[in-house]
């Protein structure tokens, strides 16, 4: 297993990142949380899954252990793979997805894009004696950059990641409008606008819809 990954940030895509690590990049697939934490040309770790297929191995990165760790264990729960593992992770996080199995809460999990009535009573089901209870996980600090980037092209940016993660074209748009008050706060500041807020707090919009 490939527990993390340090290197300098070469380049960041909407769903992935490559660090050079010792002269080599390594490719590996991040949620829009994780992403807005890396910052071009400087030095960054993330605790990364290694998942083998038969004809792939894809490297996953995320913030923290906690996510990481969350993210294998969503793997466990039937007809939950990476992809739909991934989005749980972005969408509700690991805090989420704890205080979600730990309430029964199947409005929390279907409103993570493939995860429907069922699928989220699966979850319920086969987490519920392994995740661990809500508000107990330590996390461990981050080693990545906060990226604040002044962007005029914001709402492209997190338009397209959301579509990335699952949702509609309409959902996130809504998304989008629904932050564009907090942009236009942002754009006034010193620090310029910071997409990865912007991200999450479509997330949390998207969450609550």
Known sequence: MIAFVRGTVASTALDSAVLDVGGVGMLVQCTPGTLAELRHGEQAQVATSLVVREDSMTLYGFADDDDRDTF???????????KVAQAIIAVLGAEGLRRAVANEDLA?????????RKGAQRIVLELKDRIGAAGLATRPTAT???????????RPA??????????SA????????????????????????????????????????
């Open 108 to 116: 929390a999990l279907t409103k993570v894009p493939g995860i429907g």
């Open 170 to 209: 309409r959902e996130a748009e809504t998304a989008v409008d629904a932050v564009a008050p907090l942009a236009a706060e942002q754009a006034g500041s010193a620090d310029g606008v910071d997409v990865g807020d912007l991200l999450r707090a479509a997330l949390r919009s998207l969450s609550k819809a």
């Open 72 to 82: 294998e264990l969503a793997q466990t729960a039937s007809g939950v793979g990476p």
């Open 158 to 167: 997190v338009h397209e990641a959301l579509v990335g993660l699952g949702w």
């Open 144 to 154: 990545a950059s906060t990226a604040s980037p002044a962007a005029d092209d914001w």
